[in-house]
């Protein structure tokens, strides 16, 4: 055996592992100019609709508020007298104006209330009938709701009147009830009442179309777990279907209290253009100050004052708005 036999033979070292495949860097998004202003342009036709509508108006309702304005000033006999807060000093302490927004307040609760109570049994009860039926009803909805409110108040007025309305018919056929000749509007509180019912009628459609298409999206997978966890219909609604529709919910309630505070038409109309004391609103209150007190300054006030309440609305309603979007 030679000596080049007998050598230790060189220890291979072990193959070192491949490195990972690298990943390719993202390309960083430039950020333009323009993605930051278009947005903007796209909006600034609807921005500028709503300043040349709302704008001057409003502006002009804030300058009228704090002057003496009648019909002399209005036809150019006398110039516009600057009065600063006289106006509202005079409208917050009279205890008249205080009755309205109470009236006013009571009516936009009891109208929304009313509302979504009925808004949200008739869409839960729609997610239970078959597809004709269901059908059928949201064409009811949709027609009622596309009715014009002259219209649909004339068909109340006609509805409950005194000699030829239907409604005390219909009562009157009860057992131990006779309403013919009935008066509705005898009184504040039963009229108001019907015209509530007139408000309500016109809102539902709009709510529950509106909870029908939230009603699609809760998970039926989380229904079905809550059954089986032992709750039952009302369980399922509390602690399934209602946190879902809650961003729903609040927005339809914010609407219908900002509609509601608003109702002119429906008051103005079934009281023939003359509302009575126990009828007056806040928007008719206004009204009646305006055009047939012709004192357009206190008009003016009032209606300033109405706008300020809804923008606390508002506000309660963004509020709550973003504290939904944190939680989400």
Not at 176 to 200: E, K, R
Not at 247 to 270: C, E, R
């Amino acid at each position: 055996m030679s000596a080049a036999d007998t050598r230790t033979p060189a220890k291979v070292p072990p193959p070192r592992p491949a490195p990972p495949p690298s990943v390719p860097a993202r390309p960083r998004a430039r950020r333009t100019s323009g993605g930051a202003a278009a947005p903007w342009a796209l909006l600034a036709p609807c921005l500028i609709v709503l300043a040349l509508v709302m704008g001057y108006p409003l502006v002009r309702l804030v300058t009228l508020s704090f002057q003496r304005f009648g019909q002399s000033q209005l036809w150019g006999f006398r110039a516009a007298e600057p009065v600063g807060l006289a106006n509202f000093t005079h409208v917050l302490g009279d205890g008249e104006f205080w009755t309205v927004v109470l009236r006013t307040i009571l009516f936009a609760a009891g109208s929304v209330i009313f509302t979504m109570v009925a808004g949200m049994l008739i869409a839960l009860l729609l997610q239970r009938v078959s597809g004709w039926v269901k059908t059928l009803v949201n064409i009811a909805l949709v027609a009622s709701w596309g009715m014009p409110i002259i219209v649909a108040t004339t068909v109340f007025k006609w509805l409950f009147d005194s000699d030829y309305g239907i409604f005390n018919a219909l009562l009157s056929k009860l057992p131990g009830i006779d309403m013919i000749g009935h008066n509705w509007f005898a009184s504040g509180p039963q009229g108001l009442a019907v015209i509530m019912l007139l408000v309500v009628w016109g809102a539902v459609p709009f709510v529950v179309i509106t909870l029908g298409a939230g009603l699609t999206q809760v998970p039926k997978e989380l229904e079905e777990a809550a059954r089986l966890d032992g709750a039952g219909s009302w369980g399922v609604f509390r602690y399934v279907t209602l946190p879902i529709l809650k961003p729903i919910v609040v927005m339809l309630t914010t609407l219908s209290v900002i509609w509601d505070m608003g109702v002119f038409p429906q008051v103005f109309v079934m009281r023939g253009g003359h509302p009575e004391a126990e009828f007056q609103l806040l928007t008719t209150y206004s009204y009646d100050r305006a055009f047939v007190v012709n004192d357009y300054g206190q008009g003016s006030a009032i209606a300033l004052i109405t706008v300020l309440l809804l923008l606390g609305v508002v506000a309660v309603y963004m509020r709550q708005m973003l504290k939904i979007g944190e939680v989400e």
